[in-house]
């Protein structure tokens, strides 16, 4: 594109506001272009809401169908049935997110700054595994940390599973089938949720900070504490969102990494609505995540005072 | 809200403020969009909510099921698979068993294996078969308790004998006569499934382990025993170790065989309760020893020799996987034609030699004997008179039993 010098005539009057009624057609544009989201929204999101909600307070089996009779004990039923598995959802999620955020954040950081030429191709590593699918990725964990393996073998002789194990993050000198497998395997399966959302708000901070910063006499810890931190908080919020949301509903790194005692929410969900077929029990299970989630995540955003989420 | 415009501002001064009414943080948030969309949700569920949607019972009444057969101009049909259930060519391209069908009938099959778990399949073909429409599959592939849950529910078509005449002279008497489907009318198996002990000898130090106690008493095997999530087989072998009957067992049985896994469960001698995916870690020797299917133990003595079964004492569970002819499907005399082909002894051969499973054909041994010796010769693929009499199937349970004991085996495996 080329740029062409502007006409030096310039009018000496500052130009008319523009005419009221253009103004009303402006305005709606950007609600026209909302309206296919809104639509795939209602019709994706709104609706099968509604129907969800519908069948939480329906009673009635498979064969006989079920009818909504407004059984609101439905959910404090589930509640009270389950509520070991929500809180293990929300520590298991909560810790992998933590985790997430202490891996992920030097990453992310040694890839905006530091990286250079290389920066590309270590998007690109962060972004590979997304290539191979979410189950097989979560198998490759059975076998990185299989009972005889190498990683056991050095956890064990470096007494660190006596530590775990004591902490009763793992049994004896085993990982799998523990709740530190289930977390590893969270962890591991959502850093990139958590890296390119950090990159691209640290990516964004101009250098030009840093070297003032420097100029105020700020030692780099400083800087890091008083521009950078405060500057990524952005990508922060989005990038734990995005990874507490869909571990905290996860249950694929349960099922294979767990064992009985690390079932999470997301088993209890499926088993309901495939296997038990109670599906008033499911729909309200997921309302319920659905809520705590959505309760968390509002405390928190209020708390980290952001409102851009990128 | 009124807009505040003083006129002591010059007019840049007032476009600049309403550009940022219009599209700064003032107007058009990501939040007030979501607060409006969430009032809309809301309003619109509310009101659907009020009228009051619910779920149509699922059962078909009536003669719902048959369906206008286009078999005859239609030369082809759809049948719906287990994954590796399905003798393939080298180049794993052809599959010749169902060449073989095509090259004689001039009826084309268009194979998917897209059926990976029951329960998801039935989730996903529930609905239009509650609805009265066609599932696009002519012949489908499930467990025996799901092949009596559709016939219960009205979602399978009647087969026709006379179109059937191998599959009638050869079922096996073992397979004859199910309780939920008497007579075969509705169903013929593909093959049979002997749920059985398996153990890695090398995990277990050369020890055998042939029995369910074992598998849940033996302090040696703490933490390295695996059971299976299909509720029919684990409570199955657990009520055949009380000494229960699994075909004629009552609630407090079932309580009991909980009860007896709970404890093991408990003391953390269990490790977890696994589909499929138990073989990998067998093999590896991370699970010792579990409940297992046999043919997938026919697999893996393929490629480990420490891998060992043991058929308990006290028996062992055999469950089977079903052809069903879904309600309105279009090809049923296709399908029924199909269903004959693999009633054929040499075809039958063909199959069991590949995927290693109890073939429910009588008549195989010769065939079989000609393709590998071995395989006609291995017990867990054709059963001899003691170890089909050691076999037991779970009884068919009403959907009340079967929503309870779900409900409870749930409990037991954590979720």
């Known amino acids: 594109m080329t740029i062409t010098e502007a006409p030096p005539a310039a009018p000496a009057t500052p130009p008319e506001p523009p005419v009221r009624k253009a103004s009303t057609r402006k305005r709606l544009v950007p609600y026209w272009l909302l309206l296919p989201g809104i639509l795939w929204l209602l019709v994706f999101f709104a609706l099968p809401m509604v129907y969800q909600a519908s069948t939480s307070v329906q009673t009635g089996s498979l064969e006989k169908g079920f009818q909504v009779t407004w059984h609101f004990a439905t959910y404090w039923d589930a509640l009270q049935e389950y509520y070991p598995q929500f809180v293990r959802s929300l520590l298991y999620a909560g810790t992998a997110t933590i985790l997430c955020l202490l891996l992920g954040y030097p990453l992310a950081y040694l890839i905006a700054f530091k990286a250079g030429r290389w920066r590309n191709l270590l998007l690109v590593l962060v972004i590979a595994p997304f290539f191979t699918s979410f189950l097989i990725r979560t198998l490759a964990w059975k076998t990185i940390l299989a009972d005889g393996g190498t990683v056991v073998g050095i956890l064990d002789s470096l007494h660190v599973l006596d530590v775990t194990s004591w902490l009763g993050w793992t049994e004896g000198n085993r990982v799998l089938a523990t709740p530190m497998a289930v977390v590893c395997g969270l962890t591991y399966n959502f850093l990139p949720f958590m890296i390119l959302p950090l990159y691209t708000s640290l990516e964004r901070i101009d250098g030009r900070l840093h070297e003032a910063a420097g100029d105020l006499y700020a030692r780099p810890l400083t800087t890091f504490r008083k521009v950078t931190f405060p500057l990524s908080m952005p990508g922060v919020v989005s990038g734990t969102l995005l990874t507490f949301i869909p571990a905290s509903g996860d249950y694929v790194n349960a099922e294979l990494l767990g064992s009985t005692d690390t079932k999470m929410v997301g088993s209890v969900i499926q088993t309901q609505f495939l296997r038990v077929l109670d599906y008033p029990t499911a729909a309200a299970l997921s309302f319920i995540l659905m809520a705590i989630v959505l309760l968390m995540v509002t405390f928190y955003i209020r708390r980290a005072g952001t409102e851009d989420l990128v | 809200m009124e807009q505040y415009e003083p006129d002591r501002l010059s007019g840049a001064q007032l476009a600049a403020m309403r550009r940022s009414l219009t599209s700064g943080r003032g107007a058009l948030t990501r939040r007030s969009m979501l607060r409006a969309t969430g009032v809309g949700a809301l309003t619109i569920g509310g009101l659907a909510g009020l009228s009051g949607c619910g779920i149509p019972p699922a059962k078909r009444e009536g003669d719902g099921p048959a369906s206008t057969d286009h078999s005859a101009d239609e030369k082809r049909v759809v049948f719906s698979n287990w994954t590796e259930y399905m003798d393939v060519s080298e180049d794993e391209k052809h599959y010749p068993t169902l060449e073989a069908f095509t090259k004689r009938t001039g009826i084309s099959v268009k194979y998917t294996a897209d059926i990976n778990d029951n329960v998801e399949f039935f989730g996903k073909i529930q609905p239009q078969l509650a609805a009265g429409q066609d599932t ?280």
């Not at chain 2, 025996?144 to 050869?170: C, E, T, V």
């Not at chain 2, 093959?191 to 040696?220: C, E, F, H, M």
């Not at chain 2, 007896?260 to 138990?278: E, M």
Request: hydrophobic residues 40%; negative net charge.
């Open chain 2, 136 to 415: 696009g599959r002519d012949l489908i592939c499930v467990t025996d308790w799901l092949a009596a849950r559709m016939i219960r529910l009205g979602y399978a078509q009647k087969l026709d004998p006379s179109r059937l005449p191998h599959a009638f002279a050869n079922l096996s008497d073992q397979f004859r006569s199910p309780d939920w489907d008497p007579g075969r009318a509705h169903s013929y198996p593909w093959t049979g499934i002997p749920t059985v002990i398996a153990y890695n000898a090398k995990a277990t130090g050369g020890r055998t382990v042939d029995s369910v106690s074992q598998l849940l008493d033996d302090p040696r095997l703490k933490g390295r025993v695996a059971f299976l999530s299909e509720m029919r087989d684990s409570i199955g072998m657990t009520l055949l170790d009380l000494g229960k009957d699994p075909g004629s067992f009552t609630d407090d049985d079932f309580d009991a065989a909980i009860a007896r896994i709970q404890k093991a469960v408990d003391k953390k001698q269990i490790r977890r309760f696994t589909g499929n995916d138990y073989t990998a870690d067998l093999d590896k020797g991370d699970i010792a020893a579990c409940v297992a299917w046999a043919g997938d133990i026919v697999q893996l003595q393929h490629d480990n020799p420490d891998i060992k079964f043991a058929i308990p004492r006290s028996g062992y569970i055999i469950s089977s996987d079903n052809l069903l002819v879904p309600a309105k499907a279009r090809h049923k005399t296709n399908a029924e034609k199909l269903i004959d082909h693999y009633y054929q002894p040499p075809v039958a051969a063909q199959l069991a030699a590949y995927i290693n499973y109890v073939c429910p054909v009588d008549g195989v041994r010769a065939e079989l004997t000609k393709i590998d010796k071995s395989m006609a010769d291995n017990t867990l693929i054709l059963p001899d008179a003691a170890m089909a009499a050691a076999s037991h199937a779970f009884r068919s349970l009403s959907a009340e039993e079967e929503t309870a004991y779900e409900q409870k085996f749930a409990k037991l495996i954590g979720a």
